[in-house]
Structure formats: C-alpha cells, structure tokens
C-alpha cells in the first residue's frame, strides 16, 4: 500500500495550493482520510479529516475556513485545497489513511492512522 502526495511547492502569503495524495495497493473508499503537517523542529499535527464518504469533515482551528478537504473515491485520492496561505503554513504535509471508518476525535491523533505518505513540502513566503 502506497501514499503519494503531490502539489507542494513554493507559493506567497495570501496565495494557494492544491495537495493532492493518490492511493495504491487498495481501495480508501471506505475509510477515513486525513492531512497532517510537520513545520521545522515542531511535532506533526493535525489538519483535516474527512469520512469515508467525503460528507463529514474535520479542520484545524488554524486553518478552519481556508483549507479544504475532499475524495474522490473513483480515484481513490483526497485532496487538500489551500487558500489565504501564511508562512506559519510552511511545513511539511502528509496525507494518512485508516482502516477504521469511525468519524470522532480521535482521527485529530497520529496514532488512529494506519498509512501515511512520504509528505509534500509547502513553503510561503512573506
């Protein structure tokens, strides 16, 4: 089973980006997805989450109204839309996948995620 995210880069303040994480090996269709990003010498954290079915989301307070999450089952890949960027965003963002398909709290925790991707580097500038 593979996670390969995509789309990062370097971008300007108040700019976006558009992640995106393509699974293989088997199907996420039916299991929780989520974004986590790990910024030079913190601890990774949370970012969003979406349900199996791409109708229950999950974000951050910091990025709650600019960052989106959604699926796309058919093609067994999520995505991470990012808007108004500021360079506290700057980090590294891999995208995680469940085998559970329970939408709680607990999917805010790096430790409920079975498969993770080799992350995608996002840079904004000031």
């Known amino acids: 089973v593979q996670l390969q995210a995509s789309g990062g880069g370097l971008v300007q303040a108040g700019g976006s980006l558009r992640l995106s994480c393509a699974a293989s090996?088997?199907?996420?269709?039916?299991?929780?997805m989520g974004w986590f990003r790990q910024a030079p010498g913190k601890e990774r954290e949370f970012v969003a989450a979406?349900?199996?079915?791409?109708?229950?989301?999950r974000y951050a307070e910091s990025v709650k109204g600019r960052f989106t999450i959604s699926r796309d089952n058919a093609k067994n890949t999520e995505y991470l839309q990012m808007s108004s960027l500021k360079p506290d965003d700057t980090a590294v963002y891999y995208c995680a996948a469940s085998r559970g398909t329970a939408f709680n709290q607990a999917l805010e925790v790096t430790g409920w995620y079975d498969y993770w991707g080799h992350g995608t580097l996002v840079t904004v500038s000031s």
């Open positions: 979406i349900n199996w079915s791409g109708g229950s989301t």
């Open positions: 090996g088997r199907s996420f269709s039916g299991n929780t």
